[in-house]
């Protein structure tokens, strides 16, 4: 599904990924966990397109081909989602409106049929129902004055609608108390699906208590530097990063 | 909205012209300076006295407002006892009598390595950095000070000097006069200093002043600058700051203003280098018949920039208050952060609050945002005071006093943060007492 | 969220051409001589069987222009007016005046249908699908009004809904009272030429205590080339009475300039309610900013009545140049104003653009919300004034200005003027200027959404609160309008 070989990328002329190895298979979810500034969000940014991150080197093959170069919004018709840390706000426009405005981009951009405007509000409301989403959100500004929660479950029920092949959940559980962090994690348990990876990033262990890993890697200064089973979290959580602190050598 | 009528010299514009005539042969400077003011004179007449039309002046109408104007100085008179309004306040000061700098009765005690000259010897000298800052301002009121400029002060601080006793001009105009006073202030590179600014004059004189400070600070340099402007009950007062700061510079500009019959205060501030912050701040206080204008133009011409402005005006009795601003960003100068504030709180029913904050935007990438209001005290506020026990005037001066306190403190020199409190206080507490 | 929908579907369906009102009317016109003069008056005058006391008003006027000289205190730029070069009069020769519909040039009718405006009165009463909605709709076609639909059965409720020619006509009395009682003949230069050559537009007097059973809308078409129209709009709005009125126009594409001077005069009496909505697609010039409508407009409302309230609606997306400032005289007690703006601005496009709220009676009330958008080479700049007189105690007002650059070759300014003789009159004033945020983009890119339609879709969350004034079926219109007219900007 996920193929980065050697990815190197910086901002501004700063070198932040400096080879970036990784393979999720189709299925698989993997884990990234890692210090601040290892990386890992700039990853995810890579991964989705995201304008003033230079790929200076390497590639990355999803679904057997390389979208280095790829518009952000050909790599998400093409099933690349990205569960942001801060979801944006966009005032005035509903989120049903957005919702059904990105579901059918989507869908007309693989050649699809645009779905009804009752087909539609099923799809909706069977997501949202399970993720506590309510239909008061759903009128509301998109992201406008939600809480960090509401932010969040927003988040995975787009997921949901727009089924992605290879989902990235950046710190999805940043600014989650436990019961908002166990509905989405639930959120997201439902979508793992054998046709579907998902790439975790997160900074503490206790999110992967909620959604077990296939596997785990650690990334520091721009690299992946280990990769192991679910219980390297484990390791992790009791021994700190301070192992892989640092500039590499 | 049609044709702009001809409109016949006033009274004022043809004495203006005669002194002028009269004086051009004794006023100082080197034989540019002597061509600049004919240059100047000459624009200053083919526009006239600002007036309604002027839309930088649309509030303040000086044709219809200066009926005539006071004779030019003449002789050098004797410094008038007058109070001191800053005393407690420690700072040097420069004595500007009547447009002329008087070392005798100045302090320069305490501000080392700073150069203090008389502007009219820089006049005779021909120096360049006169009207420099003042090159591009298309107003009759600084033409008029560049045709009739008679000196003020001249001061240097040089780069990276750190100076922490405040330095104060001290403009004092003595009697029924027009003066033309042109200060000249260069902050060298990663220097400090705080600069006082004070006018004063008797109250029972209406006289008019001119004064068109030009300012230059340097790259990294840290400037607090603070106006006062306390002329006499019938005076005019007609002030112009124009200053360019250079890059990563931190500039902060207070005016107060409770004198002078009619006042207008321009501040003109002009970003020359980027990463630098200007916060622009004001308060007036007027009563009376008095009429007050504050116009700000702030020149994004540079990206990465951030300005703040917030002016407060509070206008008793009949007074009158104008604030006219504006933020202009030029098309360079993006990822600008400018936010202008005006607030007006009108005390009594017959007086009133102009008011016009543009934004001029041609760069994409700024985040750019002015607010204004108008308005009486907060009934519901007050009430709740009241209710405590607390009297009528006493609840009102301490909301005036908080809504003022604002734009004071934002100078952010605690110093003559207070100093300009108990100006304001003062001034409330005389509410009621001097009506005219 | 259908809106939205149809908003992307349009901006995907756009070729290169944008503007798909540009077509032009092979139709027989009859043009008075090039220029102006007092014949010229008298010409018009006598085309439309004016009685001698409006010929009389029009040389009056006419006498005051010749004194005048062009206004420039706005921000917009242009080459002179020829106003020598223009044809006063233009009108199809098969139209001597408003008929039935069976009369009119079939021609017409075809012009109406491809502008996508409902004339046909009968299908539409007999639910024809896809007739349109249930609006009345007064026509005009350069100098005049081809069509009034509805007339009847406005009649029926005492609405009276005609051309402004035909009320001179037959309501002269009505007429008298009002005509130039909130716009002098000399408030300013354009206006005072408008009182001079206007052209046609329309009349609604709607009696006292009567709710205008359904919508009034005119639409108007500059189809001749080198002609200047004249609008004029007349709505009195008696005791009580509620009405909704909006208008639309459109111009073939053409290079040369276009002058469209109109006035429109807004009365409302005690506790009457006008709501007058805008959409203004006149022909903006092609990308190189060749050719477009001068839009040069005066619009009042005089709120005489106490507690009577007038709304201005307004989606700017067309001319070349537009100079609108709706305004709102608040002379009764409790009276509101409301003015609610969109201006998009592209290509070389320049809006000056704002409203005036003259609050002059006690407890009166206003709110701005302006929303402009400058693209392309465009300036637009918000031109404001909110007044409190000496008696106006009590007197509210909220404004709201926010402006959104897209690229960086464009400008937007905002110069509101505040004005308070009272000081229980509480005013409030904010404005914003920003771009639309890189990263709000790219969310939207993530998901999906091309930049064209991101750009739409934020845009139309932008303008939300306006389109939300509108007439439920403009509203849709108005939104296509934003996108079209954005067309082209991003990428």
């Known amino acids: 599904m996920l193929e980065i070989k050697n990815l190197h990328a910086s901002i501004d002329g700063k070198e932040i990924l400096r080879g970036v190895d990784l393979v999720v298979p189709t299925g698989e979810v993997h884990a990234i966990m890692g210090p601040n500034g290892s990386g890992k969000s700039t990853l995810s940014y890579v991964l989705a397109g995201r304008d003033g991150y230079d790929v200076t080197d390497g590639e990355i093959i999803f679904d057997g081909e390389n979208i280095v170069e790829t518009a952000p919004e050909e790599r998400a018709s093409a099933g690349v989602f990205l569960a942001f840390q801060y979801p944006l706000e966009i005032p005035g426009v509903a989120t049903m409106t957005f919702l059904k405005a990105a579901l059918n981009a989507q869908r007309k951009a693989r050649g699809e049929d645009e779905l009804t405007t009752p087909d539609f509000m099923r799809r909706v409301k069977a997501a949202s129902e399970k993720l506590n989403v309510t239909q008061e959100m759903l009128r509301r500004p998109l992201n406008v004055g939600f809480s960090g929660g509401e932010k969040k479950r927003n988040e995975i029920l787009q997921m949901a609608l727009l089924e992605p092949k290879l989902a990235i959940l950046d710190e999805t559980d940043s600014g989650l108390d436990i019961d908002a962090l166990r509905v989405v994690s639930e959120g997201v348990n439902a979508l793992r699906s054998p046709d579907r990876s998902m790439l975790v990033i997160t900074h503490y262990q206790r999110l992967l208590d909620h959604i077990v890993p296939d596997k785990v890697h650690v990334m520091s200064a721009g690299r992946i530097v280990r990769t192991g089973g679910p219980e390297l979290a484990l390791e992790l959580e009791a021994k700190g990063y301070a192992d892989y602190a640092g500039e590499p050598a | 909205m049609n044709a702009e009528p001809r409109i016949l010299r006033t009274q004022a514009e043809d004495t203006l012209a005669l002194e002028f005539a009269a004086a051009r042969t004794r006023l100082p400077g080197s034989p540019s300076v002597a061509a600049a003011r004919e240059v100047a004179f000459a624009d200053f007449q083919k526009a006239g006295l600002p007036h309604r039309r002027t839309e930088p002046w649309r509030y303040t109408d000086l044709r219809a407002l200066l009926r005539t104007v006071p004779p030019l100085v003449s002789e050098r008179a004797e410094l008038p006892a007058i109070v001191d309004p800053l005393a407690g306040l420690d700072r040097a000061r420069l004595v500007v009598v009547d447009g002329a700098y008087r070392p005798e009765l100045s302090d320069l005690s305490g501000i080392d390595g700073v150069t203090v000259r008389p502007l009219a010897e820089l006049l005779r000298e021909g120096d360049e950095r006169i009207g420099r800052e003042i090159a591009t301002l298309d107003d009759a009121v600084v033409s008029l000070n560049a045709a009739l400029m008679t000196g003020g002060v001249a001061i240097d601080v040089p780069a990276g000097a750190k100076i922490a006793r405040a330095i104060e001009i001290a403009h004092v105009t003595t009697g029924l006069l027009q003066t033309h006073t042109r200060n000249l202030v260069t902050i060298g590179a990663d220097a400090s200093a705080r600069i006082l600014e004070t006018h004063v004059g008797p109250a029972d004189s209406a006289y008019q002043a001119n004064i068109v400070t030009e300012a230059t600070v340097g790259d990294r340099a840290k400037v607090i600058w603070a106006k006062l402007q306390l002329e006499g009950a019938a005076a005019v007062h007609l002030g112009t700051f124009s200053v360019s700061i250079g890059e990563e510079t931190e500039f902060d500009h207070l005016t107060l203003m409770t004198g002078a019959s009619i006042s207008r205060s321009q501040t003109f501030l002009a970003f020359a280098g980027e990463n630098a912050r200007a916060g622009l701040f004001g308060a007036t206080m007027v009563r009376g018949k008095q009429h007050a204008d504050i116009a700000l133009t702030v020149d994004h011409a540079v990206p990465n920039c951030a300005s703040r402005e917030l002016f407060k005006a509070v206008m008793d009795e009949r007074s009158e208050g104008v604030f006219q601003g504006r933020i202009n960003v030029r098309p360079a100068a993006q990822k600008t952060d400018g936010r202008m504030m005006t607030q007006g709180l009108l005390l009594s029913e017959d007086a009133s609050f102009f008011v016009k904050p543009e934004l001029e935007i041609f760069a994409d990438d700024v985040q750019c945002a002015h607010g204004a209001t108008s308005g009486e005290i907060d009934e519901d506020i007050l009430f709740y005071l009241l209710s405590r026990g607390i009297s009528r005037p006493e609840a009102e001066t301490l909301l005036v006093t908080a809504f003022l306190a604002e734009a004071i403190e934002g100078l952010g020199d605690e110093a003559i943060g207070d100093a300009f409190e108990a100006i304001a206080r003062d001034w409330l507490a005389n509410r009621g007492q001097e009506a005219k | 969220m259908v809106a939205v929908q149809e908003t992307v579907d349009q901006v995907r369906q756009i070729d290169v051409d944008q503007y798909k009102y540009g077509f032009v009317t092979d139709i027989e016109t009859e043009l008075a001589p090039k220029g102006l003069s007092e014949d010229i008056v008298r010409f018009i005058s006598a085309k439309k069987n004016e009685p001698e006391w409006m010929l009389e008003w029009r040389l009056d006027a006419y006498r005051r222009w010749l004194t005048m000289t062009e206004p420039t205190w706005s921000r917009v730029h242009y080459p002179k007016i020829d106003f020598e070069d223009l044809h006063y009069y233009a009108a199809p020769k098969s139209t001597a005046g408003p008929k039935s519909l069976d009369e009119v040039d079939p021609e017409l009718l075809a012009t109406y249908e491809k502008l996508?405006?409902?004339?046909?009165?009968?299908?539409?009463?007999?639910?024809?699908?896809?007739?349109?909605?249930?609006?009345?709709?007064?026509?005009?076609?350069?100098?005049?009004?081809?069509?009034?639909?509805?007339?009847?059965?406005?009649?029926?409720?005492?609405?009276?809904?005609?051309?402004?020619?035909?009320?001179?006509?037959?309501?002269?009395?009505?007429?008298?009272?009002?005509?130039?009682?909130?716009?002098?003949?000399?408030?300013?230069?354009?206006?005072?030429?408008?009182?001079?050559?206007?052209?046609?537009?329309?009349?609604?007097?709607?009696?006292?205590?009567?709710?205008?059973?359904?919508?009034?809308?005119?639409?108007?078409?500059?189809?001749?080339?080198?002609?200047?129209?004249?609008?004029?709009?007349?709505?009195?709005?008696?005791?009580?009475?509620?009405?909704?009125?909006?208008?639309?126009?459109?111009?073939?594409?053409?290079?040369?300039?276009?002058?469209?001077?109109?006035?429109?005069?807004?009365?409302?009496?005690?506790?009457?309610?006008?709501?007058?909505?805008?959409?203004?697609?006149?022909?903006?010039?092609?990308?190189?900013?060749?050719?477009?409508?001068?839009?040069?407009?005066?619009?009042?409302?005089?709120?005489?009545?106490?507690?009577?309230?007038?709304s201005w609606t307004q989606v700017e997306t067309g001319s070349a140049i537009t100079w609108k400032y709706p305004s709102c005289i608040l002379r009764g007690d409790d009276s509101q104003g409301e003015f609610y703006s969109i201006a998009v601005s592209n290509g070389y496009q320049q809006v000056d653009s704002g409203t005036k709220m003259l609050h002059l009676g006690k407890n009166t009330k206003s709110r701005i919300i302006s929303k402009g958008i400058a693209a392309g080479r465009s300036d637009n700049t918000y031109r404001g004034l909110v007044s409190a007189h000496r008696k106006a105690s009590g007197a509210r007002n909220f404004t709201n200005c926010d402006s959104l650059l897209i690229g960086d070759q464009c400008g937007a300014h905002t110069v509101p003027y505040i004005e308070s003789k009272n000081a229980s009159a509480v005013f409030e004033h904010e404005a914003t200027t920003s771009k639309i945020a890189d990263d709000q983009l790219f969310y939207c890119l993530q998901r999906g959404l091309s930049s064209e339609e991101a750009v739409a879709l934020i845009v139309n969350g932008f303008v939300k609160d306006v389109i939300q004034q509108l007439p439920m079926e403009f509203a849709v219109e108005a939104q296509k309008l934003i996108s079209i007219s954005l067309e082209g900007s991003v990428g």
């Open chain 3, 116 to 310: 996508g405006i409902p004339l046909r009165e009968r299908e539409i009463l007999a639910g024809v699908e896809g007739a349109g909605s249930r609006v009345a709709v007064d026509a005009v076609f350069d100098s005049v009004s081809v069509v009034t639909t509805f007339k009847d059965e406005l009649k029926k409720a005492g609405v009276i809904f005609c051309s402004i020619s035909e009320a001179i006509r037959e309501y002269p009395e009505i007429v008298k009272k009002y005509l130039g009682s909130v716009v002098p003949v000399t408030d300013n230069f354009y206006a005072t030429l408008n009182s001079a050559v206007f052209s046609d537009g329309s009349f609604v007097y709607v009696p006292e205590g009567v709710r205008c059973p359904m919508e009034l809308s005119t639409y108007f078409r500059i189809n001749e080339r080198n002609t200047g129209q004249f609008e004029r709009t007349l709505i009195i709005a008696e005791k009580g009475a509620y009405v909704s009125y909006l208008e639309g126009c459109t111009a073939p594409m053409r290079d040369e300039n276009q002058l469209h001077a109109a006035v429109v005069e807004l009365i409302a009496l005690d506790d009457a309610e006008i709501k007058y909505s805008t959409v203004q697609n006149w022909y903006p010039g092609d990308k190189e900013g060749k050719g477009g409508i001068y839009n040069f407009v005066t619009k009042r409302g005089d709120c005489r009545g106490d507690r009577s309230k007038i």
